[in-house]
């Protein structure tokens, strides 16, 4: 299993990103997709998970500014951002959950910085 997260950069507080996460593998349509982050000397935290059936959930700090969706026939999970703060800096990891028996895969992660 192989996933290649990519999108990140640097971008000025109020703009807009969108992460892109490409399984090979793994397929992002009957498992869960996500996205965490970790933020220099603080703990990875989830940011949004898509499960199977579509469903999202977001952590508050991000709801009403991020989105996550998945395109089954790129096998591709995306994070799209906007009205990025500088407090949403950090490196952002993909990963993929499967069902059934729970195996967790991480992709490598790519860095958001976000400049006040």
């Known amino acids: 299993v192989q996933l290649q997260a990519s999108g990140g950069g640097l971008v000025q507080a109020g703009g807009s990103l969108r992460l892109s996460c490409a399984a090979s593998g793994i397929i992002f349509s009957i498992n869960t997709g996500g996205w965490y982050r970790q933020a220099p000397g603080k703990q990875r935290e989830l940011v949004a998970v898509?499960?199977?059936?579509?469903?999202?959930n977001y952590a508050d700090s991000v709801k009403g500014r991020f989105t996550i969706s998945r395109d089954n026939a790129k096998n591709t999970v995306y994070l799209q951002m906007n009205s990025l703060k500088p407090e949403d800096t950090a490196v952002y990891y993909c990963?993929?959950?499967?069902?059934?028996?729970?195996?967790?895969?991480w992709g490598q992660g790519t860095l958001v910085t976000v400049s006040s």
């Open positions: 898509v499960s199977s059936g579509g469903s999202t």
């Open positions: 990963k993929a959950i499967t069902r059934g028996v729970v195996v967790s895969y």
